[in-house]
């Protein structure tokens, strides 16, 4: 009977770690470590929720007929981002054609291009000649293919 009771009581002192542990509680007692537990697991939601709003504030705010463009510098390139409303047929090809007229080279990407187009890329550059190029080229470079792409399959033509 001895037995049983000390493996339960070490079997749940060993979750308290493990739970100490994730949660990054230098508590003692285990009521405080629920606690930090409870806190710690609060403040994951409010992440989660973060993320959510971010996401949906960029799929349901992005006017379709001015393409949001954004491009951050980074070590070796850029991260750009492009956000429109509506998706026009071939608008991928037009971006990858302007990064490739920029000379970049793109090594990382997550495109979705159902309903509207969404456009998360990093890319260097694959200029030899030690040309530096700066975030609002490229910016501009790929607004005016975004804009020229949908320009050019407009309906009302």
Not at 31 to 57: F, W
Not at 85 to 91: D, L, Q, S, T
Not at 98 to 127: K, M, P, Q
């Amino acid at each position: 009977m001895v037995s049983k009771e000390y493996k339960r009581d070490s079997s749940l002192r060993e979750k308290f770690q493990l739970l100490r542990s994730i949660t990054n509680s230098h508590a003692d007692s285990e009521t405080s470590i629920l606690e930090d537990a409870s806190k710690y697991i609060k403040n994951l939601e409010h992440k989660v929720e973060n993320i959510n709003n971010e996401t949906t504030s960029e799929q349901y705010f992005c006017d379709p007929t001015d393409p949001m463009v954004t491009v951050d510098t980074l070590e070796k390139g850029f991260m750009i981002k492009i956000m429109s409303g509506k998706n026009e047929p071939g608008m991928l090809v037009c971006v990858l054609e302007a990064f490739e007229d920029l000379g970049l080279e793109v090594v990382e990407a997550r495109v979705s291009c159902t309903d509207s187009f969404s456009l998360h890329a990093i890319g260097i550059s694959n200029n030899d000649d030690g040309e530096s190029m700066d975030a609002e080229a490229v910016k501009q470079a790929v607004a005016v293919a975004v804009r020229t792409c949908s320009d050019s399959h407009d309906p009302r033509e």
